[in-house]
């Protein structure tokens, strides 16, 4: 069983930034980020893979505002957020997982945080 930790949520004003930790307690080959706002379905926002730079994926949603980077050895992914709009607002959550063919991007995303709560105000 895979432990997922996600910290670094909290309150900022439009046009500020924040920037996210994912910790999964051991080895996992995929680990991603997603953010679930009141009344919407919950959106992937990026996914990273193990000793991959090219399989590191931000959704088009916030390319360019976002970035997602990984330290392999700690087995931590961090999301930097930049420029944060109120529709950003959300919970986010980190999961983690192992490679399945069968699973959309090739992650099965079995194990996930708490999630942390980003607040963009205007």
């Known amino acids: 069983q895979v432990q997922v930790v996600e910290s670094g949520g909290g309150s900022v004003q439009t046009g500020g930034s924040l920037r996210l930790s994912c910790a999964a307690s051991g080895y996992t080959y995929c680990i991603g980020w997603f953010r679930q706002a009141p009344g919407k379905e919950r959106e992937k926002v990026a996914t990273?893979?193990?000793?991959?730079?090219?399989?590191?994926n931000i959704a088009d949603s916030v390319k360019g505002r976002f970035t997602a980077s990984r330290d392999n050895p700690k087995n931590t992914v961090y999301l930097q957020m930049n420029s944060l709009q109120p529709n950003d607002t959300a919970k986010y959550y980190c999961a983690a997982g192992p490679f399945r063919i069968t699973a959309p991007d090739r992650c099965a995303y079995d194990y996930w945080g708490q999630g942390t709560q980003v607040t963009v105000s205007s």
């Open positions: 990273t893979i193990y000793l991959s730079n090219s399989g590191t």
